[in-house]
């Protein structure tokens, strides 16, 4: 059987080519056309709710534009990303040679490696450049001072903000609300602890509004609270699109930092108040932004806005005696001051560096707001770097219009953990496993320092008593009384019998036991202490009309 080779010409190879010619060219090309009008759709839309969400989006957004070293990571991934591209797959071959794997290399992946490198490697020196420039700014504008300014004690700061916290949720009688987080607002000249009564539950927050603010006495030991009723527009803890800060950043400035909001009452009627600061930019020696106080934002119960400057903030009558200055601002002033020798020594010799002093209790953290005889200011205390407690400076801050002032007294003080530690020794048969010294500030009576330092239950349920110590004796007083911690303040013999101890002789005076009666819902109605030559009686009513039974319980160590 013979065979024949297969023909050039032949059927089967016209029929293969006529099948690799299938499908028509133009419809391969049209296939393959990106779909530019359904991208561009859903880009618009993308824009718009990312536009309608920006609240949501406000602080990566502020994070990216106060961080100008992004920038350099920018251009340099940019540049990356341009030569990787020139080179054309020269890039992925020195890759693969050097690991010994095969690496697929994109202009856009070493573009965005670049850019992390970059950032992360820079992040560092940046926020250490910008709090030697906030260092620098705050040492310029401060003034050093020989003495502090005398508290009001007519004012004093008496009860802390966690005892706050409870008396206004203890006193709260209204199911479908809570009490908010509370700041301090001045009435009529007197400080409270003041909280918005906000919605409770998912359901409340859709459908009801803030409905009121809720005042703490701060001034006094008891319980005293009351509450400002009416709803706002624009609160605090609703629905996104009735909430304070929703309508800020929608309405107002956006690439600003708006601080905690305070709850301020004028003639009976709420407000809200949110200072804020805004960044300054500086080119060198790198890029980098620092906060500066940029005003304050006034919210009316009808939902209208207005910004003030500083200044005008100053001048309001609505907002006399109030905190003005930014909190957040004040503190980070503070802190940066321990650039203020220089990056080099912050790292290494650590000479006259700074510390915040750390403070004991719930919920203490600096700076306090407090009533001077000069007005209203935030008071810091630092101490050195390290393990020592001493006090090193204590830094005042003018809560209408920011002004600094730095006391470094000439002799020894005692640090607040210490002057917590002094309490605790001068009372030793207290039960300080359910009782703690909080809230220690630098109170000057009489151009004498003194730490104020509260004793309060481990459950925050009332204010037990509160201790002065001598900053520099060390001496403790203590009083139980309002209206004797209110004639101490004030320079005057106490009426109430003070409970004065010497460090060097830590039994004497102290109370045995102290005994607190308890309303039903926690309130502290009453303390009584009881000392060792004392005891404690407690009658109780018989069955029968003709008297009582009694029973009496001796004080421990008596």
């Not at 859709?206 to 005293?224: C, E, H, P, S, Y």
């Not at 009627?269 to 006034?298: M, N």
């Not at 403070?359 to 020592?388: C, K, M, R, T």
Request: without cysteine; hydrophobic residues 35%.
């Amino acid at each position: 059987m013979s065979t024949r080779p297969p023909s050039d010409d032949s059927d089967e190879q016209s029929s293969d080519d006529e099948l690799t010619d299938w499908p028509p060219g133009n419809s391969d090309q049209h296939e393959s056309s990106p779909p530019w009008i359904p991208l561009g759709i859903v880009g618009i839309l993308a824009v718009a709710i990312g536009w309608f969400f920006r609240p949501w989006l406000h602080g990566l957004i502020y994070a990216v534009y106060t961080t100008p070293l992004l920038l350099f990571g920018i251009v340099a991934g940019s540049i990356a990303a341009w030569a990787t591209a020139r080179a054309g797959g020269g890039v992925e071959t020195v890759v693969n040679a050097l690991t010994s794997n095969d690496h697929t290399i994109t202009p856009l992946r070493v573009g965005v490696v670049v850019l992390v490198i970059t950032a992360f490697a820079l992040m560092p020196v940046a926020n250490a450049v910008a709090g030697v420039t906030l260092s620098d700014q705050t040492m310029s504008q401060t003034a050093t001072v020989e003495r502090l300014d005398d508290v009001d004690a007519d004012n004093p700061r008496i009860v802390t903000r966690a005892v706050a916290d409870r008396y206004a949720s203890n006193t709260l009688n209204r199911p479908q609300y809570r009490v908010g987080d509370t700041d301090i607002s001045v009435v009529n000249g007197t400080p409270y602890w003041a909280a918005p009564l906000a919605p409770d539950g998912l359901f409340n927050k859709i459908t009801k509004r803030q409905a009121g603010t809720v005042l703490v006495d701060m001034t006094t030991q008891q319980a005293n609270v009351r509450s400002v009723d009416g709803e706002l527009e624009t609160g605090v803890g609703t629905i996104f699109h009735r909430n304070y800060r929703w309508e800020l950043l929608k309405s107002q400035a956006y690439l600003v930092d708006y601080g905690d909001p305070k709850m301020v009452i004028h003639n009976n009627t709420q407000y809200i108040t949110v200072p804020y600061s805004e960044p300054t930019f500086h080119l060198t020696p790198l890029p980098h932004s620092t906060p500066q106080w940029g005003g304050v934002a006034v919210i009316d119960p009808s939902g209208s806005i207005e910004t003030l400057s500083p200044s005008e903030a100053a001048a309001s009558p609505i907002l006399d005696n109030q905190q003005l200055y930014p909190e957040k601002l004040a503190l980070q002033s503070v802190a940066a001051t321990k650039y203020r020798n220089g990056i080099l020594n912050t790292y290494t010799s650590h000479e006259d560096e700074i510390e915040i002093a750390p403070l004991p209790g719930d919920e203490n953290d600096q700076p306090f707001f407090i009533l001077s005889e000069s007005g209203p200011q935030y008071v810091v205390a630092v101490e050195p770097y390290g393990n020592a407690q001493g006090l090193q400076e204590l830094w005042t801050i003018d809560g209408q219009n920011g002004t600094f002032e730095r006391y470094a007294p000439a002799d020894s003080l005692f640090g607040p953990q210490r002057a917590a530690d002094l309490v605790r020794q001068s009372a030793p048969q207290t039960d300080w496993d359910r009782f703690t010294p909080a809230e220690p500030i630098l109170t000057v009576i009489d151009d004498r320092e003194y730490w104020q330092v509260r004793v309060v239950p481990e459950d925050n349920s009332g204010i037990a008593y509160v201790a002065f110590v001598d900053a520099r004796s060390g001496d403790v007083d203590s009083f139980e009384q309002t209206d004797a911690i209110t004639q101490f303040l004030g320079g005057e013999t106490p009426v109430e019998t003070p409970t004065e101890t010497d460090p060097t002789d830590t039994t004497a005076g102290a109370p045995t036991v102290i005994v607190q009666r308890v309303a039903e819902n926690g309130t502290v109605i009453e303390t009584m202490t009881v000392y060792d030559d004392e005891s404690v009686e407690i009658r109780t009513p018989t069955n029968s009309t003709a008297g009582t039974e009694n029973a009496t319980a001796r004080a421990p160590g008596s």
